[in-house]
């Protein structure tokens, strides 16, 4: 039923898109609407996201609330790497691919307008953890990509659901507090696409896209104009943000006395944010987060290796099934960011801040490095 449901739809779509002469994916525009049934778009079974899941205990008794930091424990970069730009309290800072807002307000004056920031754009809202300041959509799809031809705004107002994109997107929103009492604002985006799963076309699944630091940056800049700023000057903020940027350093996987680390040519403030941005982009659950400490606490489901041909699709091909396996249950695991002067390292430990073997570590730093590169 499921084959015959995708070739229904995509033998409307096509008959629609060729009696058309002046169909146009309207691909500059944003117009995301969430997916009316949440059962079919499932979490990837390596990445799982756990908040609403009682069944799994919650991090270490060991790890501190993020908003739980006093003023002092956290230090406050010297010099930003990116020339701050401002428009009354709002700046936009930018390294390499990422960028992200610099506030000066507490997270408690931002948790709402943001939260109405997204649910205005047409996302259901899938975790709200204002102790951890995150907020994260869940999968919706950009409407305005679909063909704006008579025929679907004809048949569409009747049969809307049987017009689909094969993309799906997914956002998080984080916020974290600064020594100076100013938040810093991230907003990282993850993609699915749905492709044939073979060469007969008879059937599809569902394979990850990159991050797209672009529609970021164009969301920062929206967000910016719900915290106050005009059209113009979002747009002029963003355009400078990108002439002045810098670009990323690189990152090796390397040995450090036995144990798998990332090697970083950065700081430790600017390796908290790539590494925070990593997680957020890759799909990680952050249960908690302790900069003063230097740590992130996860969890992470280790792909299953004897599934055979199943787990050759990759990590994130079964993301929108419903079935899941016992065997890839989450783990708990403490990323751990390390200063090394005007270097740092990256460590991966286990849930009681042990080094973790080095297959497992490996695996989740090479996710992490596959973004950071």
């Not at 899938?126 to 008579?150: H, M, S």
């Amino acid at each position: 039923m499921k084959v015959q449901h995708h070739l229904a739809r995509a033998s409307l779509i096509g008959l629609a898109v060729a009696l058309s002469a002046c169909s146009v994916i309207q691909e500059d525009k944003i117009d995301y609407k969430s997916a009316q049934k949440a059962s079919t778009l499932e979490v990837p079974p390596d990445l799982t996201q756990l908040a609403k899941d009682t069944r799994y205990t919650t991090a270490p008794d060991t790890s501190v609330s993020a908003l739980a930091l006093q003023a002092g424990q956290a230090q406050v970069p010297v010099a930003e790497r990116a020339a701050p730009l401002q428009v009354g309290d709002v700046q936009i800072l930018r390294e390499g691919n990422k960028r992200w807002l610099l506030v000066d307000r507490s997270i408690d004056q931002l948790w709402e307008p943001t939260r109405e920031f997204w649910l205005d754009h047409g996302f259901n809202l899938e975790q709200e953890k204002p102790d951890l300041g995150i907020l994260e959509t869940d999968w919706a799809e950009n409407r305005a990509k679909l063909p704006q031809d008579v025929i679907r705004q004809t048949l569409g107002k009747v049969f809307d659901s049987l017009y689909s994109t094969s993309e799906r997107d997914k956002f998080r929103t984080r916020l974290e507090r600064r020594a100076d009492g100013k938040t810093e604002v991230f907003i990282t985006h993850r993609g699915m696409e749905e492709v044939y799963a073979s060469s007969q076309k008879d059937s599809t699944i569902w394979q990850p896209r990159a991050a797209d630091p672009e529609l970021e940056t164009e969301f920062l800049r929206r967000l910016m104009i719900k915290l106050g700023t005009s059209e113009e000057q979002s747009k002029a903020l963003v355009a400078s943000a990108q002439a002045q940027s810098s670009s990323a350093s690189n990152v090796q996987i390397i040995t450090v006395d036995g144990q798998v680390a990332l090697g970083l040519a950065d700081d430790f403030e600017r390796a908290w944010r790539r590494v925070g941005v990593a997680l957020d982009r890759s799909g990680f659950t952050v249960e908690d987060r302790d900069r003063s400490k230097g740590l992130y606490y996860v969890r992470y489901v280790t792909p299953n290796q004897t599934a055979g041909a199943e787990e050759k699709q990759g990590w994130f091909s079964r993301t929108f099934t419903s079935k899941k396996k016992a065997e890839n249950q989450p783990n708990q695991y403490q990323v751990a960011v390390r200063s090394q002067g005007v270097r740092s390292q990256v460590v991966v430990l286990n849930a009681q801040g042990q080094p973790e073997a080095a297959q497992v570590a490996q695996r989740i730093l090479r996710v992490l490095s596959e973004d950071m590169r």
